[in-house]
């Protein structure tokens, strides 16, 4: 094939496919990020990872590394075991914490839902539905 000469009509449009799709930026909820509706969710996962941080480097001693491991471990719901609170308020603390992780996690899946859905309903202009 020379430069001058058009792409396969199958080429194309899987180009256009992936373009339209964009793997990498809904795997990293670039798209949910962008939605203004949705920042309160990730700041409020920010705000509970930040103050997650301080409380366990405050009243288990763990250096600021172990506590953001600790924090992203346990709201992800994966709890290896490794780290665990010690003391009875660290413990209370982390029930209040994780029920309120649980909150965190239904509210991004819901933003999520919602964003997705409205880019299937209503695509961009030039852009056609599935």
Known sequence: ??????????????????????????????????DKESRPVFYWVG???????LVYHWLEGWSY????????????????????PTTP?????????LING?????ALFDRLRVVRSRAIENPAPGKRKR
């Open 1 to 34: 094939m020379t430069v001058n000469e058009p792409e396969e009509p199958i080429v194309q449009e899987v180009e256009q496919a992936r373009k339209r799709i964009r793997p990498l930026q809904r795997m990293l909820l670039l798209d949910v990020f962008r």
């Open 47 to 53: 705000g509970m990872l930040l103050g997650g941080v």
């Open 102 to 106: 649980i909150g965190i996690l239904l």
């Open 89 to 97: 308020l660290a413990k209370l603390f982390t029930i209040v914490y």
């Open 65 to 84: 590394l172990d506590a953001l491991y600790f924090c992203v471990v346990s709201l992800a719901t994966v709890g290896y075991g490794d780290l665990t």
